[in-house]
């Protein structure tokens, strides 16, 4: 995932620790294996290949990451893609070579012809996915996720309770640290060097963690400038343009992971105003960092946010 992983537990008397290590790995590789667009050989990579007309079968883990992307695509009415992948490879963010110039028109308007959620039919009684041919998926916004709840649903079979997981950024808690508190998550300000976590200058806001899962996602680390314009790596696949409004960062309280991560992108890509009124109204706990006129920082949470984010 091009990324690390971390995770702070609490162990019960005994507990092999190297082989706990091993076991959180090689569930993450999984989900490499399944998931990558950087990987030529993985599933998903030989599914957005594969001859059109053609139903492809998916591993279990794979076809459930699909579904709730597929279903959350058809909920937000497009703002959140797992079809998005040729517009967030032209615009250079995908695996390939990155772009240092915005592409033109034609060129964005080819990729926008092969982008739709609905394009993919999926097989629920045979677990298999049809490519009509030219559909390339790009999981990068829900995978990640779905690889901390893989991580804990590991550690809750090894008979673990108290932990904090941890996947480039996107974590998940159970339980409390050894002292009985909660777990503390710094969402860090925009624009803060990676790792500045690490120094409460650098942290916007502290939320306690018990039992719930958060994401954040942000435009300041990913992204390019071209014609004296900055561009983003949050691609609207209404429009094919990267957004252009406020958002410094979007973080999303959830019960497990892999429904907060693709939501980050969801209201990022739906803005502070419709994003909003989206969580209002399905109860998403949300946290807006906008961008202020006076170069300060704005913040605007839902009411789920507020209540989710109290110790």
């Known amino acids: 995932m091009g990324t690390t992983w971390s995770v ?29 667009t950087y ?10 290949r594969a001859p059109a007309g053609t139903w492809q079968p998916l591993p279990p883990e794979f076809f459930t990451v699909l579904s709730h992307a597929l ?11 797992p079809t998005v992948g040729p517009l967030v490879n032209l615009w250079g963010f995908g695996p390939g070579k990155r772009a240092h110039d915005a592409p033109d028109e034609a ?4 990729a926008r012809a092969r982008v739709g959620w609905s394009k993919i039919v999926l097989d629920d009684v045979n677990r298999r996915a049809f490519q009509p041919g030219g559909v390339y998926v790009d999981l990068s916004a829900v995978a ?9 649903r590991f550690l809750d079979r090894s008979g673990l309770r108290d932990y904090l997981v941890e996947v480039g950024g996107e974590l998940r808690a159970s339980g409390r640290k050894p002292d009985g508190t909660p777990w503390h998550v710094g969402i860090e300000r925009p624009g803060a060097a990676a790792g500045a976590v690490d120094h409460l200058d650098e942290v916007q806001r502290i939320v306690s963690l018990t039992g719930k899962a958060i994401a954040t996602s942000g435009d300041y680390r990913h992204f390019f ?7 983003s790596h949050h ?3 209404r429009t ?25 992108t969801a209201m990022t890509v739906l803005g502070p105003e419709d994003g909003m009124a989206y969580a209002k109204r399905h109860g998403i706990a949300v946290l807006f960092i906008l961008y202020g006129d006076d170069g300060q920082f704005e913040e605007r949470m839902s009411p789920a946010f507020m209540a989710a984010s109290k110790p």
């Not at 279903?71 to 893609?81: C, E, I, P």
């Not at 060129?107 to 080819?110: E, G, H, N, P």
């Not at 094919?240 to 410094?248: C, I, L, M, Q």
């Open 8 to 36: 702070n537990a609490v162990l019960p008397d005994g507990a092999d620790d190297r082989a706990l290590e091993k076991g959180i790995q090689s569930e993450l590789d999984r989900v490499v294996a399944q998931m990558s």
């Open 235 to 237: 691609i609207d696949p």
């Open 144 to 152: 990640k996720g779905f690889g901390v709840d893989q991580v804990a």
């Open 71 to 81: 279903s959350l695509a058809k909920d937000t009415g497009g703002a959140y893609d």
């Open 240 to 264: 094919g343009y990267p957004v252009a409004h406020r958002v410094a960062s979007v973080s999303i309280v959830a019960d497990d992971c892999m429904h907060a991560d693709p939501l980050g």
């Open 225 to 231: 400038e071209s014609g004296g314009k900055f561009f």
């Open 107 to 110: 060129a964005i308007a080819a």
């Open 39 to 48: 990987e030529p050989d993985s599933d998903l990579s030989r599914f957005n």
